[in-house]
């Protein structure tokens, strides 16, 4: 099993940036998949970003060109970058972890806060 912590959450002004990170209980060198996602008050979960055991992400289309996910596996952490941040971003922004056969682990979220 592994414990998600993310942190990097705020608020900001629109066109700002803000860096997640998700700081892992354990080594997340083999996990299989790990990820962003989000939700607004009133609106479903759902995807941001994810990245592979290997390195490859995978966004949402309406986050591509925007976001930047990426993991550092020496600190256990994975980031997500993201510029120019807009009011409908605003969100609990949660880490995911897919591991083993299984194994899936939600962190407790960050808020964003963006304002126009």
């Known amino acids: 099993q592994v414990q998600l912590v993310e942190s990097g959450g705020g608020l900001v002004q629109a066109g700002d940036s803000l860096r997640l990170s998700c700081a892992a209980s354990r080594s997340i060198f083999s996990i299989n998949l790990m990820g962003w996602h989000r939700q607004a008050p009133g609106k479903q979960r759902e995807l941001v970003a994810t990245i592979t055991s290997g390195g490859r992400p995978n966004y949402a289309d309406s986050m591509k060109g925007r976001f930047t996910i990426s993991r550092d596996n020496a600190k256990n952490t994975v980031y997500l970058q993201m510029n120019n941040l807009k009011p409908e971003d605003t969100a609990v922004y949660y880490c995911?972890?897919?591991?083993?056969?299984?194994?899936?682990?939600w962190g407790q979220g960050t808020q964003v806060t963006v304002s126009s």
């Open positions: 995911n972890a897919r591991y083993g056969l299984a194994g899936d682990s």
